[in-house]
């Protein structure tokens, strides 16, 4: 039965794949995206490949749903706004109108540099107790640290602050270094020297990959939206800046080689390549686990999970004015997901959700139509705004929202209040 869900999936994927190309153009399209990340990891996860255990049917049966609806919800936002606007819906009209200008705006670097300036002043005084930590338990044991609250690293409040304000700082940078860049803008050189600073400092922070492994997404991502040609770009930077391209690659290969520390296993090119599959891919044998303990039955977030990017940042602001316990939905559907089991033979993760377990957290399985409906016209519009409005900051938004489309084969990273800085951050850096 497994096997027939599957083949329903990949059926579903396909059929959409081909009907976005046909009505909308051979572009790259947002909803496309999420087609073809879920489409391989599935198919990863449900033949087994790595030792990961295979999906149940009830997840099956959401991913069809969940993937179902946020398609339809991407073709009803379109075909509405094609309605309003008397535009031509044609597989040529998108065409059109993409790629024809350069993309107007420069950053801002006196705000960029304000706001890092701000965070690492911040970080300053936690960076020797990180060495000393580091020093003390290993890479391996400091990363159980740095994302504990209350522990002996960092308290609840300045982990929220890390966290919710400061990392955001650290991954606009990196995306606008990317972007300035391949872009050819403004100011590239500096924006990248500030943005390897922010990568390193998250990497000694927080014992994470992620901001060295955003520089390779986001990029492939700008390059795509965009249509630039890497190879030209790559010579360009190397040869008029050679001497800062070294200094800055020195140090971005001691950045890979000092997280390739912070476990005590093999660390092999073979089980890195698995750790990053099981990551993209392990999710839906995690959700496997989550769905025998049904922890929504009788808690529903209603809506406090899938719209925390709104909510989260009233119930942080009362946290920490008035002293009371924070009811964020990203609070409840972490204290679940934190806990490590097991999605493979001999492999262990947490935190591996997809945005189907917040989606049926807040609603239960009605979550699975409202949710991603919702949430696929929102990234459409965005889409949308970029395709007719082409400047900086339209198109740092729209990289941003790519970003967390592709992730959400992993988790849904708009539950917390870091998404609504996210957003301010780039509006403020943009002119």
Known sequence: MEYILLFIFVGVCVLNIAIT???YGQRVHINNIMNYTWLV?????????????????????????????????YYLYYTKANQNNNIDTSNTWLEKIIFTEEVEGEINLKWLVIINAISWIYCLPIIPKAISMIHRYSFSDFRQFAFKGSSEYLSTNQLTICQTIIQPVFSVTILSAVVVLILSKKHRMVILSLSFIDAILFVLLFAARSSIIGYFVYAFFTIIVARQ???????????????????LGVAFVAAVVVTSLRTNSDNSIINTLKQLMYNYCGSFSFLTELFRETPWNGNLLFGRATFGFIFSVFFMGATFLFNVPYIGGDYYVTQITQIRRTIGVDVTFNALTTPIFPFMMDFGWLGLIVCPLICSGLVAS?????????????????????????????????????????????KLITR
């Open 21 to 23: 190309k046909k009505g």
């Open 41 to 73: 990891c599935l198919i990863i996860a449900g033949f087994g490949i790595g030792g990961l255990y295979s999906p149940s049917i009830i997840v099956y049966v959401a991913c069809i749903i969940n993937i179902g609806v946020f398609n339809l919800g």
């Open 229 to 247: 040609k890497l190879i030209g770009i790559v010579k360009y930077t190397i040869k008029k800046h050679k001497r800062i391209v070294i200094i």
């Open 382 to 426: 965005i889409e949308r705004r970029y395709l007719v409005n082409k400047n900086l900051n339209t198109l740092l938004v729209y990289l941003y929202v790519i970003t967390l489309v592709f992730g959400s084969v992993q988790n849904y990273n708009a539950m917390g209040a870091s998404t609504l800085f996210w957003v301010l951050y780039l």
